[in-house]
């Protein structure tokens, strides 16, 4: 495979792993700042890209969040048990329809509108994956099911709604430590539960 950019030409890539995702290896030349070309070896580990939401009650200060067991958190020292906001791969539908779809999976409630706010590379240094942020207000009557996720994708999610007070407080306390969590609702401290 011979791709080219301006500072970017690919000289090589091999398939490590296409079990759960696609694990690959690719070799390339890099145009350094310098002007001379450099030779590396990078693997990245393609799992699709993905998005996440934050449901918030603006009235009554709450937001909903699950909490699942995540398995290379709990390798890496963790009980495994995060606290996140509803999330999912894109699975080739657009980021709303996908968000859509995972907050009534996950948390039972059903939205029509979901506001996109950002996107970002999460672990850029090694995953392919982009996700989509984004918020979307709920109420009591917008309670379709119970939630819970997909037993048959592995999912036991429980759904918390809490006062944003409270998630917030969580942030401190070490309670949320998922990246993309910490991010909407710091993004919603800003944004959505400012005093004016």
Avoid: C
Avoid at 21 to 41: A, I, M, N, P
Avoid at 75 to 95: K, Q, R, W
């Amino acid at each position: 495979m011979t791709a080219t950019s301006e500072r970017v030409r690919i000289v090589d890539v091999r398939t490590l792993s296409d079990n759960w995702y696609v694990l690959k290896t690719t070799t390339f030349d890099f145009l350094r700042s310098d002007g001379t070309w450099q030779r590396q070896h990078r693997e990245t580990y393609d799992r699709g890209n993905g998005a996440v939401v934050l449901l918030y009650d603006r009235a009554r200060q709450t937001v909903v969040l699950t909490r699942q067991f995540r398995f290379p958190a709990f390798v890496n020292g963790h009980d495994g048990m995060l606290i996140e906001a509803p999330a999912g791969l894109l699975d080739s539908a657009s980021p709303e329809e996908r968000i859509r779809a995972e907050i009534e999976e996950e948390t039972g409630y059903r939205v029509a509108t979901v506001r996109p706010i950002f996107e970002a590379f999460m672990s850029p240094g090694s995953v392919t994956e982009k996700l989509h942020f984004f918020v979307a207000e709920y109420d009591a009557s917008a309670k379709a099911g119970h939630g819970g996720g997909l037993a048959g994708e592995g999912e036991d999610i429980e759904v918390l709604e809490l006062p944003f007070a409270d998630a917030l407080a969580m942030l401190d306390s070490g309670a949320i430590a998922d990246a993309k969590t910490i991010m909407l609702l710091q993004w919603a401290a800003l944004h959505l539960f400012h005093a004016p």
